[in-house]
T-cell receptor, first 117, second 117 residues
Framework: AQKVTQAQTEISVVEKEDVTLDCVYE???????LFWYKQPPSGELVFLIR??????QNEISGRYSWNFQKSTSSFNFTITASQVVDSAVYFC??????????????FGQGTRLTINP | EAGVVQSPRYKIIEKKQPVAFWCNPISGHNTLYWYRQNLGQGPELLIR????????DSQLPKDRFSAERLKGVDSTLKIQPAELGDSAVYLC???????????????FGPGTRLLVL
């Protein structure tokens, strides 16, 4: 069965510090997708990134960067120069293939990130 | 373009009462998902529709939960009767799944926060 582990339940840093959120996954599929979503206090899950299992290139988008390493089954997320607006719960998710071909998401338990001014 | 719309945003009911949640997906998305998110946890899939067909309802507690997506667009999730343990956030998501089975990213609505007293 697929499983996503986010070992950090809560992280608190001071604004402008860099912070890394860890994500470790388990799957038997050779083809899968990994995601990060942000959930601000308003409750909506905001899509941040999607990465397929064949693409191990790291990605950078502004202050956000992602490090995908198949060898360690990890997909870590780094925020550089954090800002108060980055405060939210962040979820890592894995898509598994179903017999119908489409994919459902399996989420980790989330990491609550607090950026203090 | 409008995102996933859900209503109501909040609902407080007494146990044993019925309750219903409504979701309108992003225009053109053929696949709709209902997730339940318990406090401090990641979302868990309840049911997935491809057009009007429920293709994965293995996690839906069928004794009290029901869902429908009659015209393959909007959907309703119902609980009858509600129990204390049903207090959670109910999230709706939608995506486009191609005939090949390839699924584009799931986008989430703001959720309905249910409190059962």
């Amino acid at each position: 069965a697929q499983k996503v582990t986010q070992a950090q339940t809560e992280i608190s840093v001071v604004e402008k510090e860099d912070v890394t959120l860890d994500c470790v996954y388990e799957t038997r599929d050779t083809t899968y997708y990994l995601f990060w979503y942000k959930q601000p206090p308003s409750g909506e899950l905001v899509f941040l990134i999607r990465r397929n299992s064949f693409d191990e290139q790291n990605e950078i988008s502004g202050r956000y960067s992602w490090n995908f390493q198949k060898s360690t089954s990890s997909f870590n997320f780094t925020i550089t120069a954090s800002q108060v607006v980055d405060s939210a719960v962040y979820f890592c998710a894995l898509s598994e293939a179903t017999i119908q071909g489409a994919q459902k998401l399996v989420f980790g338990q989330g990491t609550r990130l607090t950026i203090n001014p | 373009e409008a995102g996933v719309v859900q209503s109501p945003r909040y609902k407080i009911i007494e146990k044993k009462q019925p309750v219903a949640f409504w979701c309108n997906p992003i225009s053109g998305h053929n696949t709709l998902y209902w997730y339940r998110q318990n406090l401090g946890q990641g979302p868990e899939l309840l049911i997935r529709y491809e057009n009007e067909e429920a293709v994965d309802d293995s996690q839906l507690p069928k004794d009290r939960f029901s869902a429908e997506r009659l015209k393959g667009v909007d959907s309703t999730l119902k609980i009858q009767p509600a129990e204390l343990g049903d207090s959670a956030v109910y999230l709706c998501a939608s995506s486009l799944v191609l005939t090949s089975g390839y699924q584009e990213t799931q986008y989430f609505g703001p959720g309905t926060r249910l409190l059962v007293l």
